[in-house]
RNA sequence: GGUCCUGUGGAGCAGUUGGAGUGCUCGCCGCCCUGUCAAGGCGGAGGUCGCGGGUUCAAGUCCCGUCAGGACCGCCA
């Protein structure tokens, strides 16, 4: 080693001590005779001081990379620094060695200034030198090792799965590699490790887990990364609870090192028809209350022809309270409306109770009889000063959808939400389908999710009310993790598949493996698998997954670090067979449509 | 694919109803300075105002287009 002690490790007993240590200059203050520089290693910093003897020491700027001998001395009396873990101390230099000199910074490091995202990105290496963007690396090695800890104490296998793989059905576009063996064929990434993971059941391994690297090509958020990390788990012989007691217990143990956070279990469970019924979400945040209200039947009869149109026509009218929401501007009101549209609806109905009187003004009161009016703070549990928002619409989930949004924008402009509390819940329950465009049938989660005890001989009887052993967990209204009991039965398999219109040829051409694999004595088997980016983020305090992420992307998708993606040389495009002739006809394959075969070239 | 915000020396920001010279803080370079910890003092260098077009006597400022970054919707478990 060159060096012997690490910088943030020094304290007041080692007074005394010779120490050669090899850092960053963090900063300088150059007092002309005498010069303090703060040391920075990635244990911390301590403040080094060269004397007149050490002039060479002028000559340092911010970031070069030093190596620098010293006795560690009690700082003289009253200049003790208690921000500092080292501020007891100093470390007065007798030899200084430049191991690199630094240019002048792209972008500064230092923790109090903020550089704009395309920039941290570009000198990532500079960026992650911070003490803030470096804790988030360490505390997602943290929490990777957590995990890892609790699932080999209970017998689980890390076990890798191929990247360069076929399409597996998540139902996201796909991310493609040509194939220079086999011009015209193509590589997919994998969207998730699902199919392989379950292989790995039937193979006996029983307990399977990966920090597995995804991949999918759709549109970027703050949240989202063309390629992302999932905490992967499958589990043989298991029933529900038992994953929910293993996700439970990680979650439980990473909260507790990572945020000191005691989480008490068991979790709160709520079925996924509750979520939508009171907080309009598959992932309610329940920091805060402001529960939905259903009216369609307090309002029914009512000649108002928004409500009525749906009540009549078998939808929904419900409303959302935002407490004190009476005193808003007429602007601040009008804003609510252009919100509304902003995703799709058409607006937003409201009345506000006044402060004094309770009566009932707005828009839409005048279209609401006295019977309606006066029983509606009752009927939605509003005072006086409140703001009630409705949504009607025949689609019952939609209208519970704005109302759900409504209620995330209400606490936040009404400052309802505590950033100091974690509220956790598994959303149990989910549906098995939804319809599609075309007046099919869609797998909410995928093809493999297994109906529950009470739907699985019957799911086909009424698919859009059929449940499924699928479940989420959800950490202030972000979810963080999902899963399910898997289908064994290869006559439950089949079933689901004529329900969502996939033939036998394309189920064989699309996973016809895995369905090969599920004739050889499949066991029972479940998983669950943990957004692990999204989960560091919320354990970080981070706003973006950017944030524990080593080298992330921009939104394009773009690397401003590496340039990456770039165009390919006109040698590499043929080699790679990227545009191989399609022959006329062949076998299909992908996961939908018809294939492009090729010939040779 | 859609809506919105941002783009001004290396970094972070300001720039009024369009009007004389684009200003501040940090950093950078030089000099001074023995107890600072966001050290301080003096001096200096550094800018196609993202790019293209338009309106105007005159555009950093107004309009159109475009590129880049960000937030959201669609999409995506």
């Known amino acids: 080693m060159i060096r012997t002690h690490d910088a943030g490790t020094l304290r007041a007993t ?200 995804c991949y999918r090509d759709e549109d970027f958020r703050a949240d989202r990364q063309p390629e992302f990390t999932q905490l992967d788990i499958e589990m043989s012989f298991v029933t529900q609870d038992d994953v929910i007691e293993l996700g439970e217990a990680i979650v439980g143990a990473l909260w507790k090192e990572l945020a000191d956070h005691e989480i008490t279990t068991p979790i709160p469970r709520i079925t996924w028809h509750d979520a939508m019924a009171r907080y309009g979400s598959d992932k309610p945040d329940l920091r805060y209350g402001v529960e939905l209200v259903e009216l369609t039947d307090y309002l029914r009869g009512t000649e108002f022809r928004v409500f009525a149109g749906a009540i009549d026509a078998g939808g929904y009218v419900g409303a959302v309270v935002m407490p004190g929401g009476a005193s808003q501007t007429r602007k601040e009101l009008d804003g609510w409306q252009d919100w509304a549209k902003a995703r799709g609806a058409r607006g937003l109905a409201y009345v506000v109770l006044d402060a004094e009187s309770g009566e009932a003004r707005g828009p839409v009161a005048k279209n609401l009889s006295e019977a309606h009016l006066g029983g509606l703070a009752d009927a939605v549990g509003a005072k006086p000063g409140d703001a009630i928002f409705f949504a009607a619409s025949t689609d019952r989930r939609e209208a519970q959808e704005l109302l759900g949004a409504a209620r995330v924008e209400i606490a936040k402009r009404a400052g309802l939400v505590d950033e100091n509390v974690w509220a956790f819940c598994w959303v149990v329950d989910a549906p098995m389908f939804e319809p599609t465009e ?157 294939a492009a075969p090729v010939e040779p070239s």
């Open 438 to 594: 075309e007046g099919g049938w869609t797998a909410v989660h995928h093809p493999f999710t297994s109906p529950n005890a009470e739907w699985m001989e019957r799911f086909e009887d009424a698919p859009d009310e059929a449940l499924a052993y699928a479940y989420d967990i959800v950490c202030n209204g972000n979810e963080i993790g999902g899963g399910s009991l898997r289908i064994h039965r290869a006559d439950v398999q089949r079933r689901v598949f004529d329900l969502l219109g996939i033939t036998a040829e394309e189920a064989s051409d699309k996973f016809g493996f895995l369905l090969e694999a599920f004739k050889y004595g499949p066991p029972p088997h479940a998983g669950i698998a943990f957004g692990w980016d999204r989960t560091c983020m919320l354990l970080a305090g981070a706003d973006s997954i950017r944030e524990v992420i080593a080298f992330p992307k921009t939104r394009g998708g773009f690397d401003p670090l590496t340039g990456a993606p770039t165009p390919i040389t006109a040698q590499q495009r043929t080699e790679a067979g990227v545009d191989a002739k399609p022959k006329p006809a062949g076998p299909t394959a992908g996961t939908s449509g018809v």
């Open 14 to 213: 080692h007074a005394g001590t010779t120490v050669t240590l090899a850092g960053w200059v963090a900063r300088r203050r150059d007092h002309g005779g005498v010069i303090f520089v703060d040391l920075r290693d990635a244990s911390g910093v301590v403040q080094v001081v060269f004397r007149e003897e050490m002039a060479t020491a002028h000559a340092l700027r911010n970031e070069f990379c030093v190596q620098v001998t010293g006795e560690v001395g009690r700082r003289p009396e009253g200049n003790e620094n208690p921000e500092l873990a080292t501020g007891e101390i100093e470390v007065t230099a007798t030899e200084l060695v430049v191991l690199s000199e630094a240019a002048p910074l792209p972008m500064p490091v230092d923790d109090q200034i903020d550089a704009s995202d395309e920039l941290r990105l570009k000198y990532r290496y500079l960026d992650l030198r911070r003490s803030g963007p470096g804790r988030a690396m360490r505390l997602r090695s943290r929490a990777n090792q957590i995990a890892r800890t609790i699932l080999h104490e209970r017998d689980f296998l890390e076990i890798e799965t191929p990247t360069l793989t076929r399409s597996t059905p998540e139902g996201a576009r796909d991310f493609l590699v040509p194939v220079r063996l086999q011009p015209g064929s193509w590589y997919a990434l994998p969207q998730s490790p699902q199919l392989f993971k379950q292989l790995l059941m039937v193979a006996g391994m029983e307990r399977y887990y990966q920090i597995a690297r």
